[in-house]
Structure formats: structure tokens, C-alpha cells
């Protein structure tokens, strides 16, 4: 894996040959990434993994035509033929009017901002090793744990590096650690399973192990002998670990791809209330340590910190440089790229602002409900926003939690779900996008 500089280095080189080579305009990007990892079971080493990987894709434009390309040979042979290939591939692609590089105009030039994404304490794999074990010995230390399915503990770093033949360049490094425990509860027919994980670009930012295979082992527990619920509308609110999930489906939609393919249940929807005028959902590329902090956007333009709902309204569409043209727009630097082709769409951080009451006040009202705790399936259409998904969780009784119930249903439509939904206040700020306990009244539950 290249340094930083050197990654830099080599996609400047990359985009001066395929110049050369006869394309009018280019761009390359390098992605490489190095992580080691130990998993254990019942006190044993089970598996010890260490992976190292590096890409460089290449983008060629000639007039308006382009090829995307890539290789993980980096040598300067291996190069010099891939820019050669790209302008071929590039002549003989169908034109495309929306493709292009980002508006020079609006490039960001540095000095980019330090984001504190990089941890230089490198964990041994011993002390992975040691970290696995105490989460695993701390779930199985739960009354009523009969077996583990694992836990394990891991360290790596990602260099991102990016060059454009009108004048960007950049790279920046990270690194990453984890700990999680997976584990089981009960005998024969009446098992469960849980889990706990946490992720964190610095070590000391991780939860203890022990708290980790704590919360695997008690959240497993919880879902023994479930019961189950009876169908018809009801409230229903969502544990932080999954009510992220909601928010990624609005992000999804506000894609600026989906929007010029009016595949989004958000056309005609900007600038219009979705949410209770108390809502915010904001968005923070440059938040310290963050796991989705980032200088520069994948096409080379300034990220920033900004709110996708402000008071309960949606404020734009999150573009790419191909996107906002077909728009009649301009980007908004949230391009993502990865090991090849064209920009997607990606966001930085993201919060769901805290509400003013607490998890229990937010239950207190609630005469007959259900709090899920774990999601299946894929039951989102992104054309209408309609939602249905599996769950399981715990049953709601006269504002308290009443035992754990499964095989059920939770749906209903998107648009009508933000319009109803209520945050607690027990904002969690460990996540890539980060939520607090969610009350949405009015879904459909489908169960017995």
C-alpha cells in the first residue's frame, strides 16, 4: 500500500498518460486498503486473517465519449498500457452528454482540513486476540448464554488518492478498529442469537470489550420465549441500532441519479415539509474521527457540513457532477468513487437531532405497541416509498416494555412514516449515521 503522497503521485502520472495517450480530459483514482483480524470461539483462535489490496481506475474522456478502467498492477508498463486501452475503449463508447469531470470553477484546492482519521497505535495481534477474548468471555458470563457463534477484534487503514487532468489533486489516509461478539441463548427449537459491534477510527474511541459482549449477551437474553403480536395499526418505535436504517432510505432517495430517472418517491417533494417542523437531520463530512469524514468529494470538490431536513423540510438533492448536469445544476460535492467506474453518490456523517423527551417519556402513552430491535429483508420500494420489513423486538403494554415477540411485519410508506415520526433523546454518536430511539405512530403491524 502507498503512502498518501505517493498514492497522489501515482494517479498524477496515470492522467498525464492517458493525455498523452490522445483523451481530452481524464481523471484516476486510487483505493487501497490493509486490515488484520482474529476471530475466536468458545476461548479458541478460530481464524486469523491479514488482507492487503490496492486499485487504480482510470476515467478517459474524448469529446463525449468515456471508459472507465482499472488495474492493481501499478507498475509504470502496466500503466502506460491501461491509459493507452482507455482512450481506445473511450473513442469507441456511445457518447454521453451528462458525463464529465466537475466544474473546474468549483474545485477545492486545499489546505484540507485535519480530520484526526488516523490512530498510529497499531494493535499486535495479540492484543486483537486479547480483545476478542474479553468479549466473548464477558457474553458468555451472561446467565442463560449456552453457546457462542464468536467474536472478534480487528485494525486496518484505507488510502483514498485522487488526480484530474484540469487541476485537482489529493489523498488522505484512515484507520479503523472493531470488536464484536455474536452469541446464543436457550436449547433446541427455542434458540436465539445476538449481537454487539462497535467500529471507531481511533482505538481509544472503541467501548470496552467487556461491554461489548455484555450488550451481545443481555440483547440475546432479552429475545428468549418470544411471543407473538397481533396485527393492526399501531405505534412503533425503533432501537437506535436500527433506526438509521430509515434515514439511509431518505438519503437514497434524495440521490440526484434517482431524481433525474424520477425513480424516487421524492420527486416533487423539495423544499416541501416531510417531517414535524422540529426535525433536523444533518449532515457533517469534516466531524473529527468521523467514520464517514472526508476532505473531498470523489470528483475533487469541497465537502460541507450542511442539513438534509432543516425544520422538518427537505432542503435539495445530493449530486454528482453527471447528475446536476442532467439536473440543469450544480454539484454538491458528495460524490463517492470506488475501486472503478463512474462517481456514485455518497454522504458524510450523519445525525438525527435529538428530541427533547427521553426513550421511556416517548413510550409512556403507549397502550399497546411493539419496539423493534432488529430488521429482514428488503422490503423498500424506492419508487413509492412503500415499506415492509420483518422484525423482531419487544412488545409495548401501557408504556413499558412487556416481553419479546417475533415473526412479525412492521409497513407502511415512507412519506407517511417521516410525517409521524417523533426522535427521543438519547442520541448515540458512534455511527456512520447516528439516530435516537424512533417513535413513528400509525404502521401496520402484520403478526398472528
Known sequence: MLSPEDARDRAQTLVQLVLRAGADAADAAYVASASESIQVRLGKLEDVERSEGEHISLRAFCGKRNASIGSSDLGDAALDE??????????????????????????????FPDLDMIDLDEPSPETLRQMANEAEEAALAISGITNSEGAGASAGASIF??????????????????VSATVVAGEGGEKQRDYAWRQARHGEDLLAPKEIGRLAGERT????????LKSGPMPVVFDPRIGGSLIGHLIGAMSGSSIARRSSYLLEKRGEPLFDPSVVIAEDPHSK?????????????????????????LTGWLMDSASARQLGEAPTGHASRGSGGAPGVSVGNVHLA???????????????????????????????????????GLRIIDGELAGPVA??????????????????????????INVPTIRIDGMTVAGD
Open 82 to 111: 491501461l491509459a493507452r486501452r482507455a482512450v481506445d475503449m473511450a473513442r469507441a463508447a456511445p457518447e454521453d452528454a451528462y458525463a464529465g469531470l466537475a466544474p473546474e470553477e468549483l474545485l477545492t484546492t486545499g489546505p
Open 161 to 178: 488518492a485522487l488526480a484530474t487532468s484540469h487541476g485537482f489533486s489529493g489523498a488522505y489516509r484512515t484507520t479503523s478498529h472493531s
Open 221 to 228: 437474553i432479552a429475545k428468549l420465549n418470544p411471543g407473538g
Open 289 to 313: 474521527r468521523g467514520l464517514r469524514s472526508r476532505p473531498f468529494d470523489g470528483e475533487g470538490l469541497p465537502t460541507r457540513a450542511h442539513n438534509l431536513i432543516d425544520a422538518g423540510r
Open 354 to 392: 435529538a428530541g427533547s423527551a427521553s426513550s421511556a417519556e416517548l413510550m409512556s402513552d403507549i397502550a399497546d405497541g411493539v419496539y423493534v430491535t432488529e430488521l429482514f429483508g428488503h422490503g423498500v420500494n424506492g419508487v413509492t416509498g412503500d415499506y415492509s420489513r420483518g422484525a423482531t
Open 407 to 432: 415473526e412479525f411485519t412492521v409497513a407502511g410508506n415512507l412519506l407517511d412514516m417521516f410525517a409521524h415520526l417523533t426522535p427521543a433523546s438519547d442520541l448515540e454518536w458512534f455511527r456512520s
